[in-house]
Structure formats: structure tokens, C-alpha cells
């Protein structure tokens, strides 16, 4: 049974920093996504982050670029979300999930933590 748990959530200031973490718990193969999603207030779910667990290879939207980085421990099934330069416009909901296809397209994950909140204040 796969179980994704995530940490690492709370309040900062604008342009301040925080750090993420997602284990994806009994899940055996790297041969697959793993992702950082964030959902704010009246918005629809977005992705952040994705890594494809068994290269490395990751992607972001232009609104995190250069401010959020997606890392991995491969042996632990774990990402890391490190987010800086945080304004309010990140606030809400982020969501870590696994299992998602080579792509690492939202509808392809079928594991998702219960999320952690993030909220920025200006």
C-alpha cells in the first residue's frame, strides 16, 4: 500500500523561503513522477514541480521558475520542494504526489498526500 506523506508547511513573509519534503511510502519503482501541486483559494490545482524519479528530469511552470527547485532522494522515494522568494501569490494548498506517468501529467497520479499549507503574507 503506498502511502505519500508530506512536511514542511507553515507561514512566512514575503520574499522569505520554506522547504518541503514528500516520502512516497511503499512505492518499489523509480519508474515514475513524482510531483509538488498546489491548489490556492477559488483556483484550480496547479502544478510547481515534477521529477521523474528515474532520471532526474524536472519541470516548473514560469511562475516558479528560478524560485522553486525539486529535489530527490531516489532511495527513500522522497522529493524536496525548496521554495524562496515567496510572495502571496504562492499561498495555498501543496500537494506531493506519485506514481505519475513518464510525462508527469496531473491525471496520471494516482497517489496524492493530504496536503500541507503555505501561506505567505505581505
Known amino acids: 500500500q503506498v502511502q505519500v506523506v508530506e512536511s514542511g508547511g507553515g507561514s512566512v513573509q514575503s520574499g522569505g523561503s520554506l522547504r518541503l519534503s514528500c516520502e512516497a511510502s511503499g512505492y518499489t519503482s523509480q519508474k515514475h513522477c513524482m510531483g509538488w501541486f498546489r491548489q490556492g483559494r477559488g483556483k484550480e490545482r496547479e502544478a510547481v514541480a515534477t521529477m521523474y524519479m528515474m532520471d532526474g528530469t524536472s519541470s516548473y511552470p514560469d511562475s516558479v521558475k528560478g524560485r522553486f527547485t525539486i529535489s530527490r532522494d531516489n532511495g527513500k522515494n522522497m522529493v524536496f520542494l525548496q521554495m524562496d522568494s515567496l510572495t502571496p501569490e504562492d499561498t495555498g494548498m501543496y500537494y506531493c504526489?506519485?506514481?505519475?506517468?513518464?510525462?508527469?501529467?496531473?491525471?496520471?497520479?494516482?497517489?496524492w498526500g493530504k496536503g500541507v499549507q503555505v501561506t505567505v503574507s505581505s
Open positions: 504526489a506519485a506514481g505519475g506517468n513518464r510525462y508527469c501529467q496531473q491525471v496520471t497520479f494516482p497517489f
